[in-house]
């Protein structure tokens, strides 16, 4: 067989966009979604793809199949004779976490079923996650005799302190109302809701400013930790500028003249 009757490369991350958004789907159901090494790096790249292209406003994170991550791939983790000691998932996917946590576009992460271990770090990176209700997660890692090290950095930002001591070291598996619960999920709703729920959501952020919205997201997680006296300095600071900005002035006329602003798309 030459080149060029090769077979094309299956590829394991999906990506489209639609009216301003940008939908990210992990389609490797053979092995729930796991974490490979290929299917890291063509995450990353779609990542990469909405978050460089302006017409891209909201991004959505899903998956294929019944189970949405099942955490690392242990088939890439088990170490052979003369091989190196690093684990090849914990080479790209703290990068993958940081990009979508910082991310100026708002990230939804929309559940098609359960998830485990490393595939909670994705839903806890993200700024909304939606699951369908007969969902289940668990953090398995401490059963394999490992350490869930790595999405501790997204996950303890999101769960309460008791329920994150409570499962992480447990590895007790949780339903999704649950999950709602302690501040995994954004909502858990039945299954026929799901993509509802999600386009209601990814409807409201087109409807918000983009520079408003990136700024909104960092507050969100900033201002808790300032002094109040700081707080309340800075606060009045980017509040006076944004009322000044092209996109709050555009924002305020687009209100006044009862008509759409400019950054909504057509189909918002």
Request: glycine share 8%.
């Amino acid at each position: 067989m030459n080149a060029v009757d090769e077979p094309p490369v299956e590829r394991l991350v999906r990506g489209e966009v639609s009216g301003g958004i940008a939908t990210i789907t992990l389609d490797s159901p053979r092995n729930r979604n796991a974490l490979s090494v290929r299917l890291l790096g063509e995450l990353r790249d779609h990542l990469d793809r909405a978050l460089a292209d302006d017409g891209v406003r909201v991004i959505v994170l899903t998956g294929t199949g019944p189970v949405f991550c099942a955490g690392a791939d242990l088939k890439e983790q088990r170490l052979g004779p003369g091989a190196a000691k690093d684990a090849p998932v914990t080479a790209s996917f703290p990068e993958i976490m940081r990009v979508i946590w910082e991310s100026p576009k708002p990230v939804i992460c929309r559940l098609n079923g359960t998830a485990r271990a490393g595939g909670l770090g994705l839903v806890a990176a993200c700024d909304f996650a939606v699951a369908p209700d007969t969902a289940s997660f668990a953090f398995t890692e401490v059963r394999l005799g490992v350490v869930p090290a790595m999405i501790s950095v997204t996950v303890l930002r999101r769960l309460d302190p008791r329920a994150a001591a409570e499962y992480l070291m447990t590895g007790e598996t949780f339903d999704a109302a649950r999950a709602q619960e302690i501040g995994l999920l954004t909502r858990a709703v039945p299954e026929a809701d799901l993509d509802r729920t999600v386009a209601h959501y990814a409807g409201m952020l087109l409807r918000g400013g983009p520079e408003a919205l990136a700024l909104t997201k960092r507050l969100v997680r900033t201002v808790p930790a300032m002094p109040l006296e700081e707080g309340m300095r800075r606060m009045a600071e980017l509040s006076a500028e944004r009322f000044t900005s092209a996109e709050g002035q555009e924002g305020i006329a687009a209100f006044m003249e009862k008509r759409p602003a400019s950054w909504v798309p057509r189909e918002a």
